[in-house]
């Protein structure tokens, strides 16, 4: 995992919980994990938004020739 052993990993995880204090931490994993989720539903959703952004730009199209 890019080259980052467990000695580093844990070094990094007690650099953040100084900054951040052991409180702040589960209001972080929540946040990153609705990150990953609005992420992945993101990239499901766009053929359908496109499909039905096509077809309300034809229904302006019509209305604009009418």
């Known amino acids: 995992m890019f080259g980052i052993g467990m000695p580093e990993l844990i070094v990094i995880l007690i650099i953040i919980m100084i900054i951040f204090g052991a409180g702040k931490l589960p209001e972080i ?4 994990g609705n990150g990953i989720r ?8 766009p053929p359908k938004k496109i ?4 077809e309300e730009d034809d229904d ?6 009418a």
Do not use: L, W, Y
């Not at 609005?38 to 959703?45: C, E, P, V, Y």
């Open 60 to 65: 302006t199209e019509d209305e604009d020739e």
């Open 29 to 32: 994993g929540a946040g990153i």
């Open 38 to 45: 609005n992420f992945k539903r993101a990239t499901m959703d």
């Open 51 to 54: 499909a039905q952004s096509k």
